[in-house]
């Protein structure tokens, strides 16, 4: 999937949007890939002369790959929203740089009508860079 189908599935837009390609999709699992670039508005304000991009952020990046694999399974799509509800264990193994490429995978652990549970790594030249486990909750638009 490409930034078009991407923008079709989720409402963040720049500078929140933080995944640029999905490169699988399964019922219980996808890939997404973010490119972290020196150009992102982050790197001004967070160690410019150490540009680290925030954990935070890579946990939003997570986020979203998890919400495009729940909302690409929706017919209704356009009437809801997948909000963050809960974040558990989150790690940090590494710092991700300008130029490294973030992929990230998705795992879903446990999923009612409304919510979905999650297990995800995001990964750069195969090492594991952060991981964390994530409560999706679906919402109405309205």
């Known amino acids: 999937m490409d930034i078009q189908g991407i923008q079709a599935i989720l409402p963040h837009r720049y500078p929140f949007l933080l995944v640029d390609r999905i490169e699988e999709l399964e019922p219980e699992r996808i890939v997404g890939i973010k490119n972290v670039t020196i150009n992102e508005p982050f790197f001004v304000g967070h160690f410019p002369d150490f540009p680290v ?13 998890a919400g495009v694999l729940v909302l690409s399974q929706m017919e209704d799509r356009k009437n809801k929203l997948v909000l963050l509800a809960s974040v558990e264990e989150a ?3 590494r710092p991700v740089r300008p130029g490294d ?6 795992k879903v652990a446990k999923r009612k009508q409304t919510i979905a549970k999650m297990f995800g790594t995001a990964t750069v030249d195969g090492n594991v860079v952060a991981e964390a486990m994530m ?3 679906l919402a109405d638009r309205e």
């Open 91 to 93: 790690k940090f193994r």
């Open 53 to 65: 991009m925030p954990g935070v952020l890579i946990v939003e990046a997570m986020a979203q790959v």
């Open 135 to 137: 409560l999706c909750k």
């Open 101 to 106: 490429q973030l992929r990230i995978e998705m």
